[in-house]
């Protein structure tokens, strides 16, 4: 059977893993001149190899064995781990909606119309400004949660020498 500190470590390293994933694909969507439906598809593509890499451990390891560990840093750590993820829906609630705007004007399909984003919709602005909220709230409160379950793994599983 796999030791304990085995599966902890694979699901630290897959959450560590995750965070380059998160940096491509943003560095994807800075680095665009223009925003095309092939650019979009592998900003989204990249990303969600980054969400999938940190949400299975969330799921199949972390949250099954929070209850059996509860206390103030679990708690924490729980509590920011739950409130990027909840940026994430305020983030995807802008971007379904600029999805929609732009596909609906074929700015994905003819992406050198000189048009601001502003002018498609009377709610773009609010839109992006929610995506922008979304994506760095959850980059925010990933990386508060990240640092707090690493100080918990030294914690639990002491694997540098003089800690134990």
């Given amino acids: 059977m796999v030791s304990e500190l085995a599966i902890a470590t694979a ?8 965070f380059p994933f998160y940096l491509w694909g943003a560095w994807i969507m800075i680095d ?3 925003v095309t439906w092939g650019v979009l598809s592998y900003h989204l593509k990249v990303i969600a190899v980054g969400l999938t890499l940190n949400t299975l451990p969330v799921l199949v390891w972390m949250i099954p064995r929070a209850a059996d560990q509860i206390g103030g840093l679990v708690a924490v750590h729980a509590f920011f781990g739950l ?4 940026m994430l829906l305020v983030g995807l609630t802008g971007i379904v909606r600029i999805l929609q ?6 700015l994905y399909g003819n992406p050198t119309q000189d048009v601001d984003l502003n002018d498609l919709h009377e709610h773009m602005g609010a839109w992006r400004r929610r995506l922008r909220i979304g994506v760095f709230g ?5 990386l508060l949660a990240y ?3 690493i100080v918990r793994y030294l914690l639990r599983y002491p694997v540098i020498a003089g800690l134990s």
């Fill in 138 to 142: 959850y980059v925010f409160f990933w």
């Fill in 11 to 18: 699901a630290l390293v897959m959450v560590t893993a995750s």
């Fill in 83 to 86: 409130q990027a993820y909840a």
């Fill in 101 to 106: 705007v732009k596909l609906a004007h074929d």
């Fill in 147 to 149: 640092a707090l379950g």
């Fill in 32 to 34: 665009a001149d223009i």
